[in-house]
């Protein structure tokens, strides 16, 4: 069992920063891919950023260079470092990773549960 526990969501006025960690736990022989999406009621989730094993990071064209993701893969975790948050930030922010177990040759995805982020005007 692959369990993902996401921290660090909370309300912040415009301008303010926030960090959210997701440690991940399980019996885990491969890490892949870690990320963070967000996810507005109405909306259909998008993707943030991602870090990919080998270190390669994407981010969402509307981070601008205000959030930075980096993770520990021997802690098994990701992090989420923002700043300069604006109220179209708000949401909640999942973790994703993709995880290989066991004799498997293929990872498979797994979601947190989310945190909310809220950011006041």
């Known amino acids: 069992q692959v369990q993902l526990v996401e921290s660090g969501g909370g309300l912040v006025p415009a301008g303010g920063s926030l960090t959210l960690s997701c440690k991940v736990s399980g019996r885990i022989v491969s890490l892949g891919t870690m990320s963070w999406s967000r996810q507005v009621p109405g909306d259909r989730r998008e993707l943030v950023a991602a870090v990919a094993q080998e270190g390669t990071i994407n981010t969402a064209d509307f981070v601008r260079g205000r959030f930075t993701i980096s993770r520990d893969t021997v802690n098994k975790s990701v992090r989420l470092q923002m700043s300069a948050l604006e109220p179209e930030d708000s949401g909640v922010y999942y973790c994703?990773?993709?995880?290989?177990?066991?004799?498997?040759?293929?990872?498979?995805?797994?979601w947190g549960q989310g945190t909310q982020v809220t950011v006041s005007s």
């Open positions: 994703h990773v993709k995880v290989r177990q066991g004799a498997a040759l293929s990872y498979r995805s797994y």
